[in-house]
């Protein structure tokens, strides 16, 4: 893939960034959701390229803009996947907490899973524990594996998992393993990716989250040599049968990072509000400031970008 498309994708999340923390603590997460949603397609639609959204904001009828099967881009020869998030975090953004980001993956036609909007069983590591985890031991059995890998013991970790009600088992058997946990509202994107950075704290994310956002995180981790396996979790047979419409042929089938984004992948992202990962849009007089990252899995290259945006010119 083409490295100069790095700064042409993260001018896109820049966009969605900026308009949607106009709106942050507002207590709208549709108006914040829709105008990350307007500036990320206009952005995208600036770019020369033929693109195609596989992971997006729902299908048409659910979503005017950026639903699965849109087509983005100016139109070129180059031909490539979207799996995209405008806003990660649209409740976090409404009530101005931590962690929302504006979020873009990139693969060549045909590499990342077309995962329907259903739940999915998640683990995700950073590079020390990769391949220690495995969806079909017990959460203990997981917790020992890492802290094998990464020569420590189980109450040095720290798993990081949404609260939510149906974590309730889950939370108790972490804490009875002995391991640390961080509760979060909403945000597994960042969650995920907070598992290969050294200085987050964050070793493991365990739970249930949504399918799509898996696909996005698995995207981020194989460009920072993470792992990340995932498990569909269906809630009754309308998601089932919408499964195998989209082409799911193993309703059980447990996906590797590679099943579920392989080739060479991009990825870019754009802080909303403050985080753990990166820094929030923060405004000035006639302007603001951004924090993106881009990352390639074809060559490991991580770039952290702080950006100052100039309204007035």
Not at 180 to 204: C, F, H, K, N, Q
């Amino acid at each position: 893939m083409n490295r100069n498309f790095a700064l042409e994708f993260v001018r896109v999340t820049e966009a969605a960034a900026l308009s949607s923390a106009r709106l942050m603590g507002r207590g709208d997460e549709k108006l914040a959701d829709q105008a990350a949603v307007d500036a990320m397609r206009n952005a995208l639609n600036s770019v020369e390229f033929d693109g195609r959204v596989v992971i997006g904001e729902g299908e048409r009828d659910e979503a005017p803009m950026l639903y699965i099967g849109e087509k983005v881009g100016k139109g070129g020869s180059v031909r490539l996947d979207l799996a995209l998030d405008p806003l990660e975090g649209t409740t976090i953004c409404a009530k101005g907490l931590n962690n929302s980001i504006s979020v873009i993956a990139i693969a060549e036609e045909g590499n990342f899973l077309h995962a329907p909007d259903c739940y999915m069983e998640k683990i995700a590591v950073g590079p020390e524990a990769k391949g220690a985890i495995d969806l079909n031991r017990t959460p203990t059995e997981n917790l020992k594996e890492i802290a094998r890998a990464k020569k420590c013991s189980v109450s040095d970790l720290t798993a990081i998992i949404l609260d939510r009600p149906r974590h309730e088992e889950l939370i108790k058997e972490v804490r009875m393993a002995g391991a640390r946990i961080w509760l979060i509202g909403d945000g597994d994107v960042s969650a995920a990716i907070a598992t290969t950075e050294p200085t987050s704290g964050v070793d493991v994310l365990f739970g249930t989250g949504g399918a799509p956002e898996g696909v996005i995180a698995a995207a981020a981790l194989r460009c920072r040599g993470g792992d990340f396996i995932g498990r569909l979790v269906f809630k009754d047979d309308a998601e089932r049968a919408r499964a195998t419409r989209m082409g799911i042929d193993d309703l059980r089938k447990v996906y590797g990072i590679h099943d579920l984004a392989k080739g060479n992948v991009m990825f870019c992202a754009t802080g909303v509000t403050q985080g753990t990962f990166l820094n929030g849009i923060r405004f000035f007089k006639g302007g603001a400031e951004s924090h993106s990252v881009v990352m390639r899995s074809e060559t490991g290259t991580i770039r952290y970008i702080h950006t100052q945006h100039h309204f007035n010119r």
